[in-house]
């Protein structure tokens, strides 16, 4: 067995004993708290899925949030200790969270970040993180910012600080994607040419795939890619069974391999705490994918292409703290 796949042998069995997911003792408190304080009441379907109220948010997290987080985290963790992309070799991770809503994946990579940082094994250096939020819901964008300042608050006072992760202040971009493809690029050619690049769309190809179509969502994420000047850039792209056809269709454009995955989890939020429950899911994903991956190659016509496509309207704007402004990125405090 090589050393990487022993590393990653290592890290499964401290993420999920016993051979199912668990959260760790700082995420579950983080997120009970949240959930005891948001208040209830009844909402629509849609709301449930894509919270835009404190409401939504409350039924989010308590019945899919912690589903999302455990398929982040089985699906990413072998990336990150990949030969390719090592997160050792640099200690910086910049993450590129498309669809982010309340930042589930972020949350995901950060305490899976934390798990690496206090396995000597896995790791032996302090790792900083970055993060680039992108997605249409402030409300949304905005709790999920709180939950990741909360994070840290709670790593920084659990445990000695030489040991967590340099947490950075996330950015978040208000807009609608593929149109943010232009923002996130500037993104990531002003800071981040540096460190280890993850762009991840987490249960958004269905809508997008349904309302954009696949090939300008392809050429909205190559956009972004081209920004890397050829260095790899990790990408996962996850879907449930009902959007698997769109991640197939999606992935076939960006000549990425679909997989099928199960996953057992603990059951949380439930009236049987102690239960366990398993699913599937699907993700396409690559270590060291580039602008010119399934022999496209990124020029300027896909900018052109791309602005001649888009349907000017209010929710094209890049709206950064309730403030309607185009091509600017923001900070939530």
């Known amino acids: ?51 835009t109220t404190n409401e939504g948010l409350k039924e989010f997290f308590t019945q899919f949030f912690v589903r999302h987080f455990f398929q982040i985290q089985d699906c990413i963790f072998p990336l990150l200790l990949d030969e390719e992309t090592d997160i050792r070799s640099t200690g910086i991770l910049h993450i590129t969270d498309v669809g982010c809503g309340p930042t589930v994946v972020s949350l995901a990579i950060s305490d899976l970040v934390n798990t690496l940082q206090n396995s000597p094994a896995l790791i032996d250096k302090i790792v900083s993180l970055e993060y680039t939020l992108n997605d249409i819901s402030s409300a949304s ?9 909360g994070f840290r608050r709670r790593l920084l006072t659990t445990k000695r600080q030489g ?9 978040a971009l208000i807009q609608t994607f593929p149109d943010s493809a232009d923002n996130l690029a500037l993104r990531r050619t002003q800071n981040h040419n540096h460190g280890k690049e993850m762009l991840v769309l987490s249960y958004l190809i269905g809508p997008l795939v349904q309302k954009e179509g696949k090939r300008r969502t392809a050429k909205g994420i190559l956009k972004v890619l081209a920004t890397s000047h050829h260095k790899p850039t990790m990408v996962v792209l996850i879907e449930d069974q009902f959007h698997e056809n769109e991640l197939r269709s999606l992935s076939r454009e960006l000549g990425l391999r679909v997989e099928e995955r199960s996953l057992t989890q603990k059951t949380y939020w439930a009236e049987n705490h ?9 993700v396409a994903s690559t270590a060291s994918a580039t602008a010119g991956m399934a022999g496209f190659t990124y020029t300027e016509d896909v900018t052109t292409q791309l602005q001649a496509e888009r349907v000017t309207s209010p929710d094209s704007a890049c709206q950064i703290s309730g403030v309607s402004r185009h091509s600017e990125m923001g900070t939530f405090a």
């Open 1 to 51: 067995m090589s050393n990487e796949n022993a590393y990653c042998t290592r890290l499964r069995e401290i993420l999920c004993p016993e051979g199912h997911w668990e959260l760790s003792p700082i995420m579950e408190n983080l997120l009970r708290d949240e959930i005891n304080r948001l208040p209830r009441k009844q909402i629509t379907e849609d709301e449930r899925r894509s919270p």
């Open 141 to 149: 964008v905005s709790e999920g910012i709180k939950l990741l300042n």
């Open 163 to 171: 040991c967590v992760p340099q947490m950075g202040e996330p950015e």
């Open 274 to 282: 102690n239960e366990t429950y398993s699913y599937t899911y699907y």
